[in-house]
């Protein structure tokens, strides 16, 4: 079983950059894919990216592509979300969510991954 944490949100203006962590605990850390999703205000909860168990693949939802990158160090069990050019429309909550998967898979649905973190907060003034 793997807990995750959050961290890294606040405010920032558009075009600025803010850099999210999520760190996990347990042993097997680098036997999960990690994605990192959002959820603002009267939507559902979006996928924002994902990587891969040992950090080769990564895929991005279409509204990010370019602009976020997602990185995993399994010796210190973080995923990070850098999220560079931000915009208005990138406020939400950030959650990152884990499953315990093949080394190839990256999950891209909220329903596939089975632990979540609490959110942290990321708001874009324009």
């Known amino acids: 079983q793997v807990q995750l944490v959050e961290s890294g949100g606040g405010l920032v203006q558009a075009g600025g950059s803010l850099r999210l962590s999520c760190a996990a605990s347990?042993?097997?850390?680098?036997?999960?894919?990690v994605g990192w999703f959002r959820q603002a205000p009267g939507n559902d909860r979006e996928f924002v990216g994902g990587?891969?168990?040992?950090?080769?693949?990564?895929r991005y939802g279409n509204a990010v592509k370019g602009r976020f990158t997602i990185s995993r160090d399994n010796d210190k069990n973080t995923v990070v979300l850098q999220m560079n050019s931000l915009k208005p429309a990138d406020t939400a909550v950030y959650y990152c969510a884990a499953r315990y998967t093949s080394p190839r898979l990256v999950p891209t649905t909220r329903d596939e991954y089975g632990y979540w973190g609490q959110g942290t907060q990321v708001t874009v003034s324009s």
């Open positions: 990587i891969s168990r040992g950090g080769t693949i990564t």
């Open positions: 347990g042993p097997t850390f680098s036997n999960y894919a």
